[in-house]
């Protein structure tokens, strides 16, 4: 009766060990963990943005801003001329903020230099991840330049915009008002939207 046992255990065993392998195997290619934010230096915006850009001493922020379930990074930078490089490196240069005041052509308003030297050329660089590398994908779903925000600190949290919530990029913007603004994915574009108040 013993031996009946122990050869029905050998048979349980050897039919579900394959599946347990099979299991194993499939796990780790889900659960890959994120790209740390310590990969994002200048000579990755470069890759990314061309040479144009670079970073300027603010934390890179993550959140998943076009709603797929997928991670999505905001790089706070300084911009030249992305114009220039946009075609070269699969990026699209938008101007939500200038759209909002009536006009967003990009062609035209990355050229705007402010009357703060330390405000001109700021652009916060966002990357939409895909896959599981997220937003260190060699095809990410979507690049952007988001160019003329006039911002000190940045942010990523909900907003609700038209009674559903969205992942946002909020900006406490320069000036002696501290205005506090936020940006959001519709599924085409970034859209600007003032908030009035400082986030402090």
């Known amino acids: ?3 009946l046992r122990f050869v029905l255990l050998i048979a349980i065993a050897a039919i579900l060990y394959p599946e347990f392998l099979i299991a194993q195997q499939a ?3 889900a659960k890959k963990s994120p790209p740390p934010l310590s990969a994002i230096d200048n000579d990755f915006v470069k890759k990314q943005f061309g040479s144009s850009c670079a970073l300027i001493g603010m934390p890179p922020l993550v959140g998943d801003l076009n709603g797929d379930g997928i ?3 905001v790089i706070p930078a300084r911009c030249k001329n992305p114009m220039s ?3 070269e490196d699969n990026f699209t240069v938008m101007d939500p903020y200038y759209t909002f005041f009536g006009y967003g052509n990009p062609k035209v308003t990355s050229a705007f230099s402010g009357d703060v030297p330390t405000d001109r050329g700021l ?6 991840g895909s896959g599981t ?3 260190n994908s060699p095809t990410p779903a979507g690049k952007f330049v988001i160019v003329n925000l006039p911002f000190k600190q940045v942010t990523v949290k909900k907003l609700l915009v038209k009674k559903k919530k969205v992942m946002a990029i909020y900006l406490e913007e320069t000036g002696a008002d ?3 603004s936020a940006l959001y994915w519709d599924g085409k574009r970034y859209h600007y939207e003032p908030m009035g108040a400082s986030m402090e």
């Open 27 to 29: 796990e780790p290619e």
């Open 178 to 180: 501290q205005m506090t």
């Open 71 to 73: 991670d999505d990074v």
């Open 1 to 3: 009766m013993q031996c």
């Open 123 to 128: 652009a916060l660089l966002v990357i939409h």
């Open 85 to 87: 490089d946009q075609t």
């Open 133 to 135: 590398e997220t937003w």
